[in-house]
């Protein structure tokens, strides 16, 4: 039997109840598709899930900027970490927003015709690099909220879907073809070029305070900051040792994505938590049923596995958010970091 999850078996959508039915609900009202694998894929963890949907809503959907703008930045950051099931969705989206020619000409790899918008692509492309990207902003500073959140909020998802879902967005593919990308996008318009109230998605969320300083006082903020709490709970899977090394890695980590060979996470016979936690900060695209396999015994449920894969991936956004939110300078030269090969390898030696 075909499934749209890897390593998982999320609860059927329609027996969700509470805060789960909650979010499936905002999400067929603002996002309009109600239970997508995106989110679903979340869904044995109540809070984690709110908290993910609560960041893309208030950023990209009813956060200040303008919706071509966010979804050309969540494309950028979606294909710098090498989502193929985000860089469609997006496309699609951008079809929604009534710009076709633009989303067919990102869909061909060219850039914007529009400067402001080539600029805000190459600026999301390069997020994934902390050092890489440095005030002034390609946006009015106040729309800062809403683009950052957009940013960070799919430097989330992306890993979380590289991780726990599969490649095609629709059946066989086909949201390759013109056609079906710009009926997929005419389907969601009115729905998109919607205004949505800001805030809304804040009463799914268990206290989370105001947030980091860039996000203004707007929900934003909140929302970031009940994403880092649910997200940073999972550490709590791996050893102190484990941990410290996570944390080490990925602060060592300059953005790119690891070789192949050598192999430059722990060995999974070792310490199989850490090999998660950092496979899904840096390439969750590369986790195996092998990997997922040697950390799981019977006390790891769907709900740990979730939990694990969430801390690496927002290890990896905390790292991100540093430097997309660093003072204006640019410095004269980027430092070279550690690379996770020499920080993971020396760890295991």
């Excluded at 894929?41 to 959907?61: C, D, K, Q, T, V």
């Excluded at 006390?299 to 596995?305: A, K, N, S, Y």
């Amino acid at each position: 039997m075909t499934t749209r999850f890897r390593h998982t078996a999320p609860p059927p959508p329609k027996a969700a109840t509470g805060r789960v039915a909650e979010v499936y609900a905002q999400l067929a009202r603002d996002f309009g598709i109600a239970e997508p694998p995106t989110f679903v894929a979340l869904s044995s963890a109540p809070a984690l899930l709110a908290a993910a949907w609560a960041l893309m809503r208030e950023s990209l959907i009813a956060g200040p900027g303008d919706r071509t703008g966010k979804e050309i930045a969540a494309l950028g950051v979606s294909a710098a970490n090498k989502c193929p099931y985000c860089v469609d969705a997006h496309t699609v989206l951008l079809h929604a927003t009534g710009d076709h020619a633009l989303a067919e000409r990102l869909a061909r790899g060219a850039e914007p015709e529009d400067e402001r918008h080539a600029r805000v692509l190459d600026w999301a492309r390069r997020s994934r690099e902390p050092e890489a990207v440095r005030e002034p902003y390609p946006f009015p500073r106040e729309e800062a909220p809403g683009y950052l959140g957009t940013v960070l909020a799919f430097q989330f998802i992306n890993r979380v879907v590289s991780s726990l879902v599969t490649e095609n967005l629709l059946p066989a593919d086909v949201q390759r073809l013109r056609p079906v990308r710009s009926l997929a996008g005419r389907s969601l318009s009115r729905t998109v070029r919607r205004d949505a109230a800001p805030g809304a998605a804040l009463n799914l969320l268990d206290d989370p305070g105001p947030g980091p300083q860039w996000a203004a006082g707007t929900p934003v903020g909140p929302a970031y900051a009940a994403l880092r709490t649910a997200a940073l709970s999972g550490a709590g899977l791996l050893d102190t040792d484990d941990q410290a090394l996570v944390r080490r890695t990925v602060d060592a980590w300059g953005g790119a994505h690891p070789p192949l060979v050598p192999d430059p996470f722990p060995d999974r016979r070792t310490r199989p938590g850490a090999r998660l936690a950092l496979l899904a900060a840096c390439a969750p695209y590369r986790i195996t049923d092998a990997d997922v396999a040697a950390w799981r015994g019977p006390e790891h449920t769907d709900h740990c596995l979730v939990h694990l894969v969430a801390y690496g991936a927002f290890a990896a956004v905390d790292r991100v958010e540093r430097g997309l939110s660093a003072p204006a300078a640019r410095p004269a030269h980027r430092p070279t970091a550690p690379s996770i090969t020499r920080s993971a390898a020396k760890e295991t030696s």
